[in-house]
């Protein structure tokens, strides 16, 4: 199975939809779930992406890295 976030190239492409849908979902603080391909799923706040990770905050924890290919699907709680 791969990736739903996975980059196309080696580059980070900020005019793709996807990339500029995650950056809308950060400036919101908007609460989301990640699902992770091992099925592990993670609740929380997106403070901050690049082209191979999300930083994800959970309350009471620290800030979590997720390495975009890991990523089933992003959900959006809001």
Known sequence: ????????????????PGIRHIQGLIRHGSPLKLTLLAGEQLQGVLRWQDQDYLAISQEGQPLTLVNRHAIAMLQSLA
Do not use: T, Y
């Open 1 to 16: 199975m791969q990736s739903v976030l996975g980059r196309g190239g080696d580059g980070f492409d900020a005019s793709q």
